[in-house]
């Protein structure tokens, strides 16, 4: 099985990547998901969040109040490590064994969408790594107008990730998402022949 880290920065097209990469048959592992199951209503993990950040960061139904506890993490380094702390090893746990539920499944291919692959230092953990490198202004520009966040929390985001060179440096594979969404596309479907010769 060929294992693929594909990484990238907020709004760079990770998950445009990993879709169409799933619809060509790769099974694909997507971090953020698993972030977010760790921290839901009743797991040890959203306990540790409330015990560190306090009751401001519940919403009223007794979920994670995301917007909130983002504002708080992204504006001081020291409580995001803090979050990282408490999250990271649980995102590594469950990403370990639904990687090894895709091997014993027989995959060929499994991709692992984090958008922290480099930050963290997990290059060695994937055969491939692929970055989808894309301008931060273009970023900024993409997610603002997609999604209910602000331009300078996307900067604030951008900020606490690796910068392009730091990223491009870990690459074996990097997928420009500068273009239209047809080129992507295009450029995807070549990604894909590339790692099935590579699993070979
Ligand atoms: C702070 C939280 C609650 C904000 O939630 P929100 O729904 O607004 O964002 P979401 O989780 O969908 O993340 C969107 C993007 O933000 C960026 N981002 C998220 N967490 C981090 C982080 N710790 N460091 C740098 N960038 C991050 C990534 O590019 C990610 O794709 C959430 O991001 C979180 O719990 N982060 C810590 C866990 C983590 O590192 N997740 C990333 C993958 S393991
Ligand atoms: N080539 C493109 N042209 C225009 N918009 C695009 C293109 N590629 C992706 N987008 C849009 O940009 C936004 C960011 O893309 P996507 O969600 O795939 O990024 P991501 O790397 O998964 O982000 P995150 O790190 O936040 O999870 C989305 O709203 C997506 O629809």
Redesign the pocket.
């Known amino acids: 099985m060929l294992k693929v880290g594909l990484t990238g920065?907020?709004?760079?097209g990770?998950s445009a990547v990993s879709s169409a990469l799933s619809s060509y048959g790769a099974v694909v592992i997507d971090?953020?998901a698993?972030?977010?199951e760790v921290?839901a209503p009743g797991t040890p993990g959203l306990a540790e969040?409330v015990s560190e950040f306090g009751d401001r960061?519940l919403a009223a139904d007794g979920s994670?109040d995301?917007?909130a506890?983002?504002a708080?993490?992204?504006a001081d380094e020291a409580r995001?490590a803090s979050?990282?702390a408490i999250?990271?090893p649980r995102?590594a746990e469950r990403s370990g064994q639904l990687m090894a539920e895709a091997e014993a499944s027989g995959a060929r291919v499994v991709v692992y969408d984090?958008?922290?692959l480099v930050?963290?230092g997990l290059e060695s953990l994937y055969d491939v790594v692929v970055v989808v490198d894309t301008p931060d202004d273009l970023r900024v520009e993409r997610v603002s107008r997609d999604r209910d966040?602000p331009a300078e929390q996307v900067r604030a985001?951008i900020a606490?990730?690796a910068d392009r060179s730091t990223r491009l440096a870990a690459a074996d594979l990097v997928v420009d998402n500068s273009g239209s969404r047809e080129e992507l596309a295009s450029r995807v479907a070549e990604l894909w022949r590339e790692l099935l010769e590579r699993a070979d």
Do not use: C, T, Y
């Not at 920065?9 to 760079?12: A, D, R, W």
């Open positions: 920065g907020i709004g760079s990770k971090a953020d698993i972030a977010r921290v969040v960061v994670l995301r917007p506890l983002g708080i993490v992204f995001l979050l990282n999250v990271h995102v984090v958008p922290l930050e963290n966040m985001r606490a990730q």
